[in-house]
């Protein structure tokens, strides 16, 4: 696995490393040493898969906040997404920032985001599919989110025309 830290501390991408024959190839997606050598020391606590029907689907901006904060590795197994990791670590130097990332089936990269980060995506593709593994098990008392638009971010979407849950189009501005 090759990981690429990006501007966001602690958000890395991490592409596959191909061992090739004339049968295909194999890659390692997750190796519990591998990830400890870049200072991520987690658990997988729950794995989620997020089908989405229509290109311009969007999910998010999602989180947890303490005492369930949670950590994630996501990739596509089908199709494409643009995926949104947004830092809302008050003590970070990249506080409020974002970052994009195009995820898909053909490029097989994942994305690791820590604890305290908000995640969303919009599917560039019909048929999409989204599988996440999680540090932290699901809880509906310290789920949140924050408005896909939310002027606070200015979060730039690729597709105008978006598929979006009446929750994720409801949260308040943030503050």
């Given at each position: 696995m090759i990981f690429h830290e990006t501007t966001l501390k602690g958000v890395f991408l991490i592409e596959v490393e191909r061992n090739e024959d004339d049968r295909g190839f194999f890659a390692r997606t997750f190796c519990q040493k591998e990830f400890e050598s870049h200072g991520i020391n987690w658990k997988v606590s729950q794995c989620n898969i997020s089908y989405n029907r229509k290109k311009g689907t969007l999910r998010g901006m999602h989180f947890q906040i303490k005492p369930h904060e949670e950590a994630k590795l996501v990739r596509v197994t089908k199709g494409i997404v643009y995926d949104v990791i947004l830092d809302l670590r008050p003590d970070s130097p990249t506080f409020k920032n974002w970052i994009t990332i195009e995820l898909s089936s053909?490029?097989?990269?994942?994305?690791y985001i820590p604890e305290g980060l908000a995640h969303g995506f919009q599917t560039l593709q019909d048929d999409t599919e989204v599988f996440y593994q999680m540090s932290e098990l699901y809880h509906a008392e310290s789920a949140r989110g924050l408005r896909w638009n939310d002027p606070a971010f200015s979060?730039?979407?690729?597709?105008?025309?978006?598929?979006?849950?009446?929750?994720?189009?409801?949260?308040p501005d943030f503050e």
């Open positions: 053909d490029n097989r990269k994942s994305v979060i730039k979407w690729p597709i105008e025309e978006k598929i979006i849950s009446t929750k994720d189009s409801q949260y």
